[in-house]
């Protein structure tokens, strides 16, 4: 078993920036990769960013090419993401995920483990 812990998240001006982490414990040694989803309301959630554990090698959502910024530190068992020029369209509850097998990394069903959820909102 693998828990998740979400750091961060909270109200932000459009254009602002705001930073997520999340730490992972239990048995660490089985993560393949972690990543971040939301969900706002009344839609599915949906992939923001992923990055493998092992290499580091990271995937984006479209939107949020060259915004959001995911990255692990293994030695301390956490994944964080920056996210900057925030859009009120970026308001949602952001989750972060684990799993343990390989492939499907932008896919929320193919994930293990989940945090809580943190809310993200951005005021226009």
């Known amino acids: 078993q693998v828990q998740l812990v979400e750091i961060g998240g909270g109200l932000v001006p459009a254009g602002g920036s705001l930073s997520l982490s999340c730490a992972a414990s239990?048995?660490?040694?089985?993560?393949?990769?972690m990543a971040w989803f939301r969900q706002a309301p009344g839609k599915e959630r949906g992939s923001v960013a992923a990055i493998l554990w092992s290499d580091g090698r990271m995937y984006y959502g479209n939107s949020m090419k060259g915004r959001f910024t995911i990255s692990r530190d293994n030695a301390k068992n956490t994944v964080s993401l920056v996210m900057n020029s925030l859009e009120p369209e970026d308001t949602a509850v952001y989750y972060c995920?684990?799993?343990?097998?390989?492939?499907?990394?932008?896919?929320?069903?193919?994930?293990?483990?989940w945090g809580q959820g943190t809310q993200v909102t951005v005021s226009s």
């Open positions: 239990g048995n660490t040694g089985s993560i393949y990769s």
């Open positions: 995920a684990a799993k343990r097998t390989v492939g499907g990394v932008a896919l929320s069903n193919a994930y293990h483990y």
